[in-house]
């Protein structure tokens, strides 16, 4: 079946790195993604890795997957207060194209 | 110059009657989605039009039906309202890899 799973919070202090982790079952998915759902906003895309690549650096954003285990990290170099948000892993489920979202994790950003 | 709206942002009503929300996107894409999340910000896909098809009708109650005039809107309308449908719902569109969700519509049933 298809199931994305993430621990529900991370606190951090401004200027620490965050890691957030997520697990995924659907070892077809094509792409993996990293959303980000401000208070009361909607879902920004924040980051993507193809499944045959194991790192992708964007600025502060490293993505880490392990296809063998289903892991997917997104790390956060130098956290900042406007990070604070929910970050959602997701997966592209099958053939159909849907996402399938893990339950979020709120990244607390202490000053 | 929005890319995927939503209309309304915000909508309260009472058990027992009917809505619609509104969503279009001005990008070209062929797909567009509603999704529910729920109070504990779960998220879960609900329908998937492609080009005016309904593609992917997950286990949704028959009191919410999408339509799909043209494939730049989706409107999801909800017959007989009821208390557990107070929800954020979510519109997006999509094409080839990358989906871009609406801001949402947060629907408070009372």
């Known amino acids: 079946g298809e199931d994305v799973e993430q621990s529900l919070f991370l606190s951090v202090r401004e200027g620490d790195s965050s890691v957030i982790n997520c697990t995924y079952t659907d070892s077809s998915s094509t792409y993996l993604y990293w959303y980000k759902q401000e208070p009361g906003a909607g879902l920004q895309l924040l980051t993507y890795i193809f499944s045959n690549m194991d790192m992708k650096q964007d600025q502060r954003l490293t993505v880490l997957l392990n296809k063998k285990d289903k892991h997917l990290s997104l790390r956060i170099a130098d956290t900042q207060t406007g990070d604070s948000a929910i970050y959602f892993c997701a997966e592209t489920g099958s053939n159909t194209g849907k996402l399938i979202f893990g339950q979020g994790t709120t990244l607390q950003v202490k000053p | 110059d929005t890319a995927v709206s939503q209309t309304p942002k915000y909508l309260v009503t009472q058990m027992g009657n009917d809505k619609s929300i509104k969503c279009e996107q001005n990008l070209g894409h062929d797909t567009m989605y509603w999704y529910k999340q729920d109070s504990k910000k779960f998220l879960k896909i609900m329908f998937s039009?492609?080009?005016?098809?309904?593609?992917i009708n997950e286990t949704v109650p028959n009191r919410f039906s999408p339509k799909s005039p043209d494939k730049a809107h989706l409107n999801l309308h909800i017959n007989s309202l009821e208390l557990g449908d107070s929800a954020v719902y979510f519109c997006a569109s999509r094409l080839g890899t990358f989906a871009f969700f609406g801001q949402g519509t947060r629907l408070t049933v009372v």
């Open positions: 039009y492609n080009n005016k098809e309904l593609i």
